[in-house]
C-alpha cells in the first residue's frame, strides 16, 4: 500500500525512522529499536541512506591516508529484513547525494524486485569537506531531477533510454519539506515553490525536518496549502532529551528551539530530569498536532528506541 493509503484512516497515524547499523555492528540493536516500538502499530518504518565518506588513516611519519568510505551500509538489505521479518511497510531513502543516476537504477531494481514499492527521494547532505552541495559525475543536483528519474523509471524507461522489458509495480514516493525552510534556501517562499514543484512531479506526501515549535508547523501547512500544496504534510519529531542537543540540533538541522523550552532544560540537574523535560515537551507537541488534525507523526529516532518509546506511550 502507498503511505497516503497507510495513514488516510481515522486518527493520527504512527511512524518512525531508523539507521542501517554501522559497518561491522550487526543488526540487532536496530532490531530493538523496531521491537520497542511495534507495540504502538507503525504504519511504516523509514530507513536511511547515507553516503560515503572521508576516513582518515594515521601511517606514521605525520603521513594520513584518505579513503572513502559508507559507514552504514545495507540500506536496502535492511530495508528487506526487516520488511520480511515484521510484515511491516518499509521506506528506504534514496539520495542524490553520493550516488550516481547508474548506481540508483540499481538501487530501484533491487527494491522491486524485493517487493519494495514506497521511497523517500532526498537530496542529501553536502559532503563535510564541500561548502556548497556537489553532484556525483553523472549524478543529480536536485530532488526534482531524481524524481525525474523514478518517474521514467516507474513509465518502463532506463537511464540510457532504453525499454525495460518486463516493468514491475511503480513506486510511490514522497520528498522532505521544512517548516523554518531549507538553510540553502533564501526565504521560504522560495522554499515552498520548491516543494511546490516537487509535488507538481509527483511526490505524494511531504514529511518536515524537525521541529520544536508547532506554530512554524502549522503556519508552514497554511502557507503551502496557499501555494498549491495539497499533499499531506507529515510532521517530523524528535525528543529533546540533554541539554547538550539544544545547541547540537540547531547547528546540525537548523531549526529553532523554542525559548520556554530551553529554559526549562537548563533548569534540569540531572540527566534523567533532562530527559523528563525533553519528552513532556514532546508529548504536548504531539497531543496537538493530534488535536489539530495532523495526518501522522512520524519520529526521528536516531538509533535510539527510548526517548520516542516514552513519548508513544503517552499519545499512541
Request: proline share 6%.
Amino acid at each position: 500500500m502507498k503511505i497516503t493509503d497507510l495513514i488516510a484512516g481515522k486518527g493520527t497515524a504512527f511512524s518512525f525512522e531508523v539507521l542501517p547499523p554501522r559497518k561491522g555492528e550487526g543488526i540487532g540493536e536496530l532490531e530493538y529499536v523496531v521491537e520497542t516500538l511495534l507495540k504502538y502499530h507503525p504504519k511504516y518504518i523509514n530507513i536511511t541512506t547515507h553516503q560515503s565518506e572521508p576516513v582518515y588513516k594515521k601511517l606514521g611519519n605525520g603521513l594520513v591516508e584518505v579513503e572513502m568510505a559508507r559507514r552504514r551500509p545495507g540500506t536496502v538489505a535492511v530495508a528487506a529484513a526487516l520488511q520480511y521479518k515484521y510484515q511491516i511497510p518499509v521506506v528506504p531513502h534514496i539520495l542524490c547525494s553520493g550516488f550516481t543516476k547508474q548506481e540508483t537504477e540499481y538501487v530501484l531494481l533491487d527494491l522491486q524486485f524485493l517487493g519494495i514499492q514506497n521511497l523517500l527521494l532526498l537530496r542529501g547532505d553536502k559532503k563535510r569537506e564541500d561548502a556548497q552541495f556537489r553532484q556525483e559525475p553523472d549524478g543529480h543536483q536536485h530532488t526534482t531531477e531524481l524524481q525525474l528519474q523514478v518517474n521514467d523509471f516507474n513509465e518502463g524507461r532506463f537511464v540510457d533510454g532504453s525499454e525495460i522489458t518486463v516493468p514491475g509495480e511503480p513506486f510511490s514516493y514522497g520528498v522532505a519539506c521544512y517548516p523554518e525552510k531549507h538553510d540553502e534556501a533564501p526565504n521560504l517562499a522560495t522554499d515552498i515553490a520548491h516543494l511546490k514543484e516537487k509535488t507538481d512531479r509527483g511526490a505524494e506526501y511531504a514529511v518536515t525536518q524537525m521541529f520544536f515549535d508547532n506554530e512554524k508547523y502549522f503556519d508552514f501547512v497554511k502557507k503551502v496549502r496557499e501555494a498549491g500544496v495539497n499533499v499531506p504534510i507529515i510532521p517530523g519529531i524528535k525528543p529533546i532529551i540533554s541539554q547538550k542537543q539544544l545547541t547540537s540540533i540547531p547547528t546540525s538541522f537548523h531549526c529553532d528551539i523554542p525559548e520556554a523550552f530551553t529554559r526549562e532544560m537548563l533548569k534540569a540537574t540531572t540527566k534523567e530530569d533532562q530527559f523528563k523535560v525533553g519528552t513532556e515537551w514532546c508529548v504536548a507537541q504531539c497531543r496537538e498536532l493530534i488535536r489539530r488534525g495532523a495526518p501522522s507523526i512520524h519520529f526521528y529516532t536516531s538509533g535510539r528506541a527510548r526517548s520516542v518509546d516514552a513519548v508513544a506511550k503517552e499519545i499512541f
